[in-house]
Every structure is written in C-alpha cells, then in structure tokens.
C-alpha cells in the first residue's frame, strides 16, 4: 500500500484547483495549493512536498519549463510531476512534456479513479526509489563508519566515531557504551554537536544485555526499551521518549557494547537490521582493542621486568635512563640497557636484539645475563662482546643484536667504547655536541663474514661538566627521513643539557614524538664544571 501524501497541486484555474484537490483530500491526502510558477518555489520552501501536480499552462512560466527547474534542482530532483492540460492535449504535447521531465501527462477531461491511481502508481514508484536511495546512503555511511571504528587507536575514539556514525546513519541522538578492561564504562552521546562524555554506572552494559534478552550469551539484539526503564537504567538521560537498544557481545566473558538511539530511531525492518550490523562492528572492533591492549600491558609488564630494578649509585657522576615502548606494537622489543658497577670501573651497555616477540625478548635477557656473567668474571669489554657473538651464534644463530659497551673510570672520566654494530655514543661538554665512532659488526654474524673481532673501540675523555648519551635506533629512524638528518636534529637538541638529566632524557623522548620502534635511552653526566 502507498504511503499517503502531501501534493502541490499547481493551477491558476480556481475552480480546477479545488476539483483536483477535492479528490486527493478524499483519498487522505494532504493538499498544498498554488496558483502561478512563481508560488510555486514558494510552496516548495514551506513544505515537504512529496508530488507535484503541475497545469502545462501557467501564467508567468510553461509548466514545463517548471517541471525542468523542478528536475534539475538538488532539492527536488526526485519530486515526482504529473501534467495536467486541457490545451496542449495532442501527442507532440505529451511527448514534449513526458522528455522534458513528467513523470505522467494526463488531458482533460480527467477520470478521477484514473487520475487516482496514475498518482498511486507514480508515489509508488518515488517511494520505492527513495527508500532504496536512503538506504544506499546509510550503507555507505555504515561502511565508512565501520572503517574509523576499527582505525580507533583507543576506546575513548571507538566509542566517539561509533556514536557520530549511529547519530549520522539514523538521525536521532545516539549513545555508545562500552567497558573496557580498566573497568571504567565509556559513555559517549552524540547530538550533532560532537562527541559528549558522560559518567555511567559500570554495571550499566550487564543491564542492557538484560533489557536486549541477551544475557550472557554472544550476539546481538536489538529492543525498544521504555522510557521509564531507560530513566531507571540513566536517570540523567536526556530523552523524551522509548529508546532503540543495541546490545552485542562477541566473546563469553566479555562485557557487552551498547548502541541506544533515542527520539524515533530506526523505523523499519532495514534500519533495525543496520543497527544490528552497526552493534556487531562496535563489538568486533572493541575485542579487537581489548585483546590488543591486554597483549600490551602483559608485553610492558614482561618488558619492564627485563629491565635493571635500578643503577648503580656513582660517586661524582649523573645517570637517567628511559626504555619507551613502540607506540603501535603489542609484542615485546629487544632494547634494552645495563649498569654495572665494577669497583675501580662502571660498565655501561646499550643494546638492541632484531625483532618484536617473545622470542627477542628471551634472547634479550639471556644477553643481559650473559653480560652480567662476562663482566663479573673481569672480561674486558671487547672480550664481552666476541663471547657474547659466541652465544648467538652456538644457541641463537637466527638472531643479529648490535650493542655498545663503555668501560668508565669515574674518577679520570677515561672511558673506552667498544661497538658492534652499534649507533655511537653522543658526547656533549662546553655548549656543543658531536657523536663518537661506532661502527663495528653486527653480533650474530658468522666468523667468516667478520674481521679480526668486529668490534669497533675507540677511547674518550668526558670532562667535568660532560654528558654522554647512549641510545638505541627506534629514537632516530622514520620512514621517509634520512638517518643522517635524525641525527643531525638530535644532536642539536640534545647539546643544551639540562641541569636535571630525568628533564633532559623526557625533553630528548618529547622531541621525536611516538615511535613505530622502541627505545632505550642512557645519560650520564659528570659532575662539576
């Protein structure tokens, strides 16, 4: 059955008019009235007009001509027209009317059943390809929005973007709910205006999947919950009527997402079956982000507990050291850094093993233990390093880690630096800065492909005052920049010392922003002028 109407009906012949009219209102129509062109575009803007019954001969304007503007208007290019004439009745006329952009061309003298059905016909023929259009428009609204949701880097984003694309799909006020692992629920409202955070009590989405009858079981459901029952659920809801519920898990044990739509909210079967969609997008996404953050937070846990509890206090000397995680990777890196306090000398090391995994992070540690082990037998550091090739190599023999090692003597400021495959040390003192000159093989490597050692040494002097920096590459490589002008930047930033190195070693860290690799960071400075 064709939905009713509002009709314009367009005549400058009173008595037509109201004829025309008569019949539409008694079929349950409403009846907008215009008597010229020009009231035409009147009507238009003061109502939503679903047909336009249009008289070919108009007294400003040809009511084909009308029809034209009609057509080629955004706003009413899919308004549908029927002429109507008792003049231009002769087939060139319909043909001409028809081509130019009428949907149907009828001649007096006018049967009303017929004129009835022919606007049937024609309503429903409109409606058909208006819902068809509408619902291409929210397809493509859900694809996009399916799309942000799932590039959502946080919950704080998911929540936000599924609530701006509920809003824009269905045009009504819409709410997001979701409850991360940290316990704290989301609650994000979205009323045109951009994404508004509330409280929310966190055993809010457990009520909701009660109210969808979806328990505890997977899915998605979807319900019209009662005004009073949304009040007793949010007593601060700001709504007016019955709300539209979406209610999806996608894993046992995991707490639900929820959609709530307010003011008319999906009003068919089609839009019933997008929200549906639209809450199993939410909750894929946010397992998703779950599981990632939770793989996150065990990897640092893991990572953090690779690391030294804490350094070595050395008379006369400054450290600071910082270890940043790769801002998108949940698996566990292989830098990593080692003070050792030796008596009459302090060893310093910083180190990278290949890779993101646990497999580079147990290799990690046993290259700390093993460094632990050398330096404690009274290796030197160039020894350190050949045996600590001999341990990739006999047990690790898919793994390459580079690494640097300085042997201080905190009393003179001597230092001797032994690199294999290491970025080197950056050396500040006096206002300037300038790097020292690493190199040195890869430790990994086949003996056959190394020469004498594959250690690069080289000694410094750090004076009264001094500082140096020790880091790993994920500080000073992106894609797209050449590593020498990192370089160069660092360099530069790093030349005014602060007097607290933790500000200097958060100011260095600041200075590159998020990084796609992890980093490990040693400062060290001694102390006077």
């Known amino acids: ?159 936000a973007v599924a609530a701006r694309g509920a809003f824009t799909i269905f045009g009504a006020p819409a709410s997001v709910f979701v409850l991360p692992p940290d316990g704290r629920v989301r609650r994000t409202t979205e009323l045109g205006i951009g994404p508004w955070r509330r ?21 998605t459901e979807v319900t019209r919950v009662p005004l009073d029952e949304w009040l007793d659920l949010l007593p601060d809801s700001v709504v007016d009527g019955d709300v539209t519920l979406a209610v999806s898990r996608f894993k046992h044990g995991r707490p639900p997402i929820g959609i709530a739509l307010g003011g008319s909210g999906p009003r068919s079967e089609d839009d019933v079956n997008l929200l549906r969609q639209l809450g199993q997008a939410v909750a894929l996404a946010m397992e998703a982000l779950r599981s990632y953050t939770e793989e996150h937070t065990t990897s640092l846990t893991l990572q953090h507990s690779l690391l030294p509890a804490s350094l070595p206090s050395v008379p006369g000397w400054s450290l600071a050291v910082r270890y940043e ?86 009393l003179s400021g001597a230092a001797q630096v032994a690199s294999a495959g290491h970025l080197p040390p950056l050396h500040i003192s006096g206002g300037g800065a300038h790097y020292g000159g690493g190199g040195g093989v890869l430790l990994g490597f086949p003996r056959e492909a190394r020469d004498m050692s594959g250690v690069a040494v080289e000694k410094a002097q750090v004076p009264p005052g001094g500082t140096v920096v020790l880091l790993t590459d994920g500080l000073i490589e992106d894609r797209g920049i050449p590593l020498a002008d990192n370089l160069e930047r660092l360099r530069l930033v790093a030349a005014d010392v602060d007097d607290e190195l933790e500000r200097f070693g958060d100011r260095v860290i600041a200075e590159f922003g998020p990084r796609e690799d992890d980093v490990a960071l040693v400062v060290l400075r001694r102390d006077g002028h």
Request: hydrophobic share 45%; proline share 4%; charged share 25%.
């Open 199 to 219: 409280d929310c009590p966190p055993d809010a989405p457990a009520r909701m999947a009660e109210l969808a009858r979806l328990g505890d079981d997977t899915g």
């Open 325 to 410: 995680p790769a801002s998108d990777q949940a698996e566990v890196g292989g830098d990593f850094y080692e003070v050792l306090d030796r008596g009459d000398r302090v060893l310093v090391a910083i180190g990278d093993v290949q890779g993101h995994s646990l497999h580079a992070a147990t290799v990690m540690a046993e290259i700390r233990h093993a460094l632990r082990a050398f330096a404690a037998e009274g290796h030197d550091s160039v020894t350190i390093l050949r045996l600590l090739n001999g341990v990739l190599e006999r047990y690790h023999d898919d793994q390459t880690a580079t690494m640097c090692l300085m042997t201080l003597d905190p």
């Open 1 to 159: 059955m064709t939905a009713l109407a509002t009709t314009l009906v367009v005549d400058d012949n009173d008595t037509k008019r109201y004829i025309i009219g008569s019949w539409l209102r008694r079929a349950g129509h409403t009846v907008v009235e215009a008597a010229s062109a020009a009231e035409t575009w009147i009507r238009l803007v003061e109502h939503r007009v679903d047909l336009v019954v249009l008289d070919v001969r108009l007294p400003d304007m040809s009511g084909i001509e009308v029809c034209e503007r009609i057509k080629a208007a955004p706003d009413t290019r899919s308004l549908p027209v029927i002429h109507i004439s008792a003049q231009a009745v002769d087939v060139a006329d319909r043909t001409a009317g028809l081509r130019r952009g009428a949907d149907a061309y009828m001649t007096d003298p006018i049967d009303p059943g017929e004129f009835l059905a022919t606007v049937e016909a024609v309503l429903r023929y409109y409606q058909a390809r208006r819902r068809a259009e509408r619902m291409a428009a929210r397809l493509a609204e859900l694809t996009r929005t399916s799309l942000a949701i799932n590039a959502a880097a946080s919950f704080e984003e998911l929540a």
